[in-house]
Nanobody, 122 residues
């Protein structure tokens, strides 16, 4: 069982930045970030392959968010810039070891963290 621990959430104003971190224990191939706002479905934000560094981004965050990893530390980061009120959500770290493909479908990820809240005020 892979355990994931997130950190780095908080409250910022529109245009601000936050950086999320997630440390994984156990064997993984892909790590990703998902978010869920009240009343909305969980959506994939970004993911990254542990070994190749291949990335996936949702269209809504391209050019503003950057996912990166430190494979030696089994840690993934999400740098979020130019934040908007619509980015407000609970952000979850997720991981899988099923394949080399790292996409944005929540159903591909069996391992989840507890979540960290990101709030962007206008």
């Amino acid at each position: 069982q892979v355990q994931l621990v997130e950190s780095g959430g908080g409250s910022v104003q529109t245009g601000g930045s936050l950086k999320l971190s997630c440390v994984a224990s156990g064997a993984i191939l892909c790590m990703g970030w998902f978010r869920q706002a009240p009343g909305k479905e969980r959506e994939g934000v970004a993911s990254i392959s542990r070994y190749t560094g291949d990335t996936y981004y949702a269209n809504s965050v391209k050019g503003r968010f950057t996912i990166s990893r430190d494979s030696a530390k089994n840690t993934v980061y999400l740098q979020m810039n130019s934040l908007k009120p619509e980015d407000t959500a609970m952000y979850y770290c997720a991981a899988h070891d099923r394949s080399w493909y790292c996409g944005g479908a929540a159903s591909d990820y069996p391992n989840w963290g507890q979540g960290t809240q990101v709030t962007v005020s206008s």
